[in-house]
């Protein structure tokens, strides 16, 4: 049916299309039909695949996290964000805040666009010492450092449309002043340019930038936040390059359980993802305040894989980490865009595109020799554990007869167990519907891999991207024993192996919700141990 509302909506996608023609933006234009289904599915939208515990935009499009700092209780997430449709479009500075990372409360947009041009990714930064100067009054600055993105430049042929921009705000991030000398870093003849990262490089007492430029990252350093000078670049020749470089993020991280400290390098990628599409690797090495080099066991790593990659799911790009979280706290705390550009635009919701993965914690550890950066959900998720049933061994056929009878509702669920005693064999985690829709996780000890299979999950053919295959990981060896940990929101799926040594997120768009759950397997001897099945509330 279409009401007044409806026709306001209509009214403002169709000027929103027109515009988007004319900025000859990264997406095409929707044809009018479309628009009017637009409109109808908004309620349809809410109730069916509004996520319940991770981040969307009230309305319309979002891509990137961008500017993540903590201040004085409190966490900033903006986000890259088209508020005028919901498509990719010129793009703006979006942003909320939480208190605890589940919880995010939506603000007045933080960036907009202006004569130099759209606002693409960056990160901010406190600046205790007032580097910058732009203290007033003795409040201390946050400072953004972003992208501007020149449509003309680009629409000209141009190569170089991409500079590198700051903002200001002394109220602790809710309203921004642009600098009056930006750019700050031209560009030097590299198309893409962007995503810049910083930190404060305590050993050095400098500004540390990382920024992708193409197919490298390219180091920078400022004393500051507005004279930078170009370091180093790094990566040419090493990971994967089958698609552009992306949101870097280069931090110091602390090998758990012993003294050693090592530098970790986020890259993101697109395309080109393990299972196709957009997805981050990462390195591990050291960085003397002016390089990054990668550490010899790393690259015996690189070596065997080409790339490690932080997540091997579709869904997790361009994530990148907190800034300012306390030493006392001392976690390195990320979150990502929980979609991948080869379907992003198609997604079949429409008040809104695109949601953020869980806030989750990078822990580097050691093993056998290889270094690892784990991602778990942040310990903060624990708090909203309701209705948990915790059991020491269950049989896996009775595993949804306790979910049933508990009544914990498969749209907010928490799963963890561990597996014992896998053999030469294939192990499924099966959510299903009665009509039909399925996701399953898989772990094949005999073809070595875990999988996550969203090809039956419910609505799939909005693009043909979106399911073509089962996305999987090779695994060095088989799994005897092994901790699960799953996170099921309406439409995401997050899946956390041995504390997050392999993690996978998928968005799947089932019919109706899911609600059973089998593990099955022709080994009738594995057993399932310490199961903690909790439903999230909020
Ligand atoms: C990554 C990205 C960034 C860019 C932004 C534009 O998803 O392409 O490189 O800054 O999105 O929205």
Request: with cysteine; aromatic share 14%; hydrophobic share 35%.
């Amino acid at each position: 049916m279409i009401n007044k509302f409806n026709i306001k909506i209509i009214t403002r996608l169709v000027l929103v299309a027109t515009l988007m023609i004319y900025l000859n933006c990264k997406n095409d234009k929707q044809s009018y039909s479309e628009e009017i289904e637009v409109a109808e599915n908004f309620t349809e939208d809410e109730l069916k695949y509004r996520p319940l515990f991770h981040f969307t935009p009230k309305n319309n499009w979002m891509n990137d996290p961008n500017g993540m700092f903590y201040l004085n209780g409190k966490y900033h997430l903006y986000f890259q964000h088209y508020p005028d449709g919901n498509v990719w479009g010129p793009m703006h500075w979006g942003h909320a805040i939480s208190e605890d990372l589940i919880n995010f409360e939506e603000q007045p947009i933080a960036l907009y666009p202006d004569e130099i041009g759209l606002i693409f990714s960056g990160s901010a930064v406190v600046d205790y010492n007032n580097t910058s100067g732009f203290s007033k009054d003795g409040k201390v600055p946050v400072v953004a450092i972003y992208t501007y993105h020149n449509m003309e430049g680009e629409k000209r042929g141009d190569i170089d449309f991409q500079t590198q921009g700051i903002a200001y705000s002394l109220d602790e991030g809710m309203t921004w002043t642009k600098y009056s000398e930006n750019p700050v870093i031209k560009n030097p003849g590299i198309k893409d340019f962007r995503d810049p990262k910083v930190f404060w490089d305590n050993h050095n007492s400098k500004w540390i930038m990382s920024l992708a430029a193409g197919n490298k990252i390219m180091i920078y350093s400022s004393a500051n936040l507005k004279e930078w000078k170009f370091e180093s670049e790094f990566g040419e020749d090493n990971g994967d390059h089958g698609g552009v470089w992306e949101c870097p993020d280069l931090f110091p991280v602390k090998v758990k359980d012993s003294e050693e400290y090592k530098w970790a390098l986020l890259v993101s990628i697109n395309p080109s993802g393990p299972n196709g599409g957009s997805a981050t690797q990462y390195f591990i090495g050291d960085f003397d305040g002016h390089e990054f080099t990668i550490d010899d066991r790393f690259s015996k790593q690189l070596d065997e894989n080409k790339a490690v990659w932080l997540d091997y799911g579709r869904d997790n790009y361009a994530g990148v980490t907190w800034s300012n979280i306390s030493d006392t706290d001392g976690r390195k705390l990320f979150i990502g865009w929980m979609s991948n550009w080869d379907y992003a635009r198609d997604v079949p919701t429409y008040k809104w595109r695109s949601t953020m993965t869980v806030p989750r914690e990078l822990n580097l550890i050691k093993k056998n020799n290889e270094y690892i950066l784990k991602s778990i959900p942040v310990k903060e998720l624990n708090d909203f554990k309701s209705k948990t049933i915790e059991k020491d061994s269950i049989e896996p056929e009775e595993l949804s007869k306790v979910i049933e009878t508990a009544e914990i509702d498969f749209n907010k669920l928490n799963l963890e167990f561990n597996f014992k005693n896998l053999k030469e064999n294939k192990y499924q985690i099966i959510f299903n519907n009665g009509n039909g829709d399925s996701l399953i996780i898989g772990l094949n000890n005999n073809s070595k891999t875990i999988y996550l299979d969203r090809t039956k999950s419910g609505k799939v053919d909005f693009s043909e991207k979106f399911a073509p295959n089962i996305s999987k990981v090779k695994l060095s060896d088989m799994i005897n024993d092994a901790k699960f940990q799953i996170l099921l929101d309406k439409t995401s799926v997050e899946l956390f192996v041995n504390d997050g040594e392999i993690v996978m997120t998928e968005l799947f768009f089932p019919n109706n919700p899911l609600d059973q759950i089998s593990i099955i397997s022709e080994d009738s001897y594995f057993i399932i141990k310490n199961i903690v099945i909790s439903e999230l509330n909020f």
